[in-house]
């Protein structure tokens, strides 16, 4: 038996998916579970990784893990998973946890990371950049007025699609690759002009990027509810980025056999949260 834990995220659905095509039995940990929809193979049952006292059940009979990178309260779970002899780990962590000054979010992984390898539990961990679908705040813009505000659009990253990284940790949870730490990232450095045209090209409709002063962007995301030590480093990793593409690393086609998904198949995947007609 192999717990998800994150189920219902982009990466999570996606490995719960993936390893049902596998053959495996797999249980979802869900905080509600009445909430949402399941593959109907897939057991699921209530538990939250805050509140340690709901985690017994889940662990239960539970061989190896995927375990969503919850800030709070991992020490809980390891406990549990420890108890419960779980013998496999794999915890989708973050790239930024490889820069020689991690800020907030890197550091949050790492205490994770290093949670996780203190516990004793053979681990495996999940690092990837940015997500393709961290682009999917852009789409209410480009329903609304074609038009998508942001900062520093010469920006060149290389983002993952959610469905590679959890190729990779079905790999690892499949293949039991313990010990080890996957750096992931797309095929492609893109700036965000460059993906803004790649959308407008896709959905077939006109679209542009305006570019927006730092303190205008920065109240934005605030509003959003952003964390402001996040937004700050949204903004200046940004800006490292312009004329100097992130690199490309090719993980994903080395663990899984196949070429990591482009941006261009990405969008024609969600092409209708971007307000494209079906055909």
Known sequence: MILVTGGTGNVGAEVVRRLLDAGEKVRVMSRDPAARSFPADAEVLPGDLTRPETLTRALSGV?????????????????????????H??????QTVTFST????????????????ASGLPWTFVRPGAFMTNDLVW?????????????????????????????VAVRALLDRRTGESFLLTGPQALTQIERVRIIAETIGRPLRFEELPRAEFRER???HGMPAPVVDELIDGFAARVGEPEEVVPTVEEVTGRPAFTYAQWVTHRAAAFGATPA
Do not use: C, K, N, Y
């Open 63 to 87: 061989e190896r893990a995927f375990l969503f990178p919850v800030f709070t309260g991992v020490g809980g779970f390891l406990d549990a998973a420890r108890d419960a002899g779980l013998r």
């Open 89 to 94: 780990v794999v915890l989708l962590s973050s």
């Open 102 to 117: 991690p800020g907030w979010i890197g550091e949050q992984h790492l205490r994770l990371e290093r949670a996780v390898e």
């Open 139 to 167: 789409a209410p813009q480009i329903r609304d007025d074609g038009v998508v505000r942001g900062i520093h659009g010469e920006s060149a990253l290389a983002p993952v699609d959610p469905r590679d990284i959890a190729a």
């Open 221 to 223: 995301m605030l509003r």
